[in-house]
T-cell receptor, first 111, second 110 residues
Framework: ETGVTQTPRHLVMGMTNKKSLKCEQH?????MYWYKQSAKKPLELMFV???????ENNSVPSRFSPECPNSSHLFLHLHTLQPEDSALYLC??????????FGPGTRLTVL | GQNIDQPTEMTATEGAIVQINCTYQ??????LFWYQQHAGEAPTFLSY????GLEEKGRFSSFLSRSKGYSYLLLKELQMKDSASYLC???????????FGGGTRVLVKP
């Protein structure tokens, strides 16, 4: 238990569905992150929010849309995904310039 | 661009020592992290090096040479529970963007 929770833990969706991933941190951190982890590939940074402002968008397709309503919550809204988007999506949080604490991830399968 | 290299897989015997190397070429450098990730679980923080030298934390130590773009993670007195992937990650500049290597899967055998 790292103080970062993610829901759902598993998600199966069709290419025409709309779904959202949720992340919540209980550590008082001021930065939050979304990562994608695919088999045989390095962990890829998708988005960074610092003090609730998006400071990094790592060339992610627009079918992924992040939202950070406050410093404790982070969402990733998904729509019209492709099968190649199937992966483990990890949320993390940190104080600025400090080590990141990861949530358990959401295993996403796009059919 | 960012390039971080580490071996794909290593095997070692329980009780032994294993050294996982990481080399990096990044545009700017602020610090280097090591994370441990067990299969199906989240990565967990192990160490952070900013200055040259060795940082020791119990059975785990991490070394950094900024001039050589090189780090290693040393695992001593290996235990079966140390079987996991070990991820090297670099912050290219002051800020929160972490770039990860592909990870080294360590298998500890009895």
């Amino acid at each position: 238990e790292t103080g970062v929770t993610q829901t759902p833990r598993h998600l199966v969706m069709g290419m025409t569905n709309k779904k959202s991933l949720k992340c919540e941190q209980h550590l008082g951190h001021n930065a939050m992150y979304w990562y994608k982890q695919s088999a045989k590939k390095p962990l890829e940074l998708m988005f960074v929010y610092s003090l609730e402002e998006r400071v990094e968008n790592n060339s992610v397709p627009s079918r992924f849309s992040p939202e950070c309503p406050n410093s404790s919550h982070l969402f990733l809204h998904l729509h019209t995904l492709q099968p190649e988007d199937s992966a483990l999506y990890l949320c993390a949080s940190s104080h600025l310039n400090r080590e990141q604490f990861f949530g358990p991830g959401t295993r996403l399968t796009v059919l | 661009g960012q390039n971080i290299d580490q071996p794909t897989e290593m095997t070692a015997t329980e009780g032994a020592i294993v050294q996982i190397n990481c080399t990096y070429q990044t545009s700017g450098f602020n610090g280097l992290f090591w994370y441990q990730q067990h299969a199906g679980e989240a990565p967990t923080f192990l160490s952070y090096n900013v200055l040259d030298g060795l940082e020791e934390k119990g059975r785990f130590s991490s070394f950094l040479s900024r001039s050589k773009g090189y780090s290693y993670l040393l695992l001593k007195e290996l235990q079966m529970k140390d079987s996991a992937s070990y991820l090297c990650a670099v912050t290219p500049a002051a800020g929160n963007k972490l770039t990860f290597g592909g990870g080294t899967r360590v298998l500890v055998k009895p």
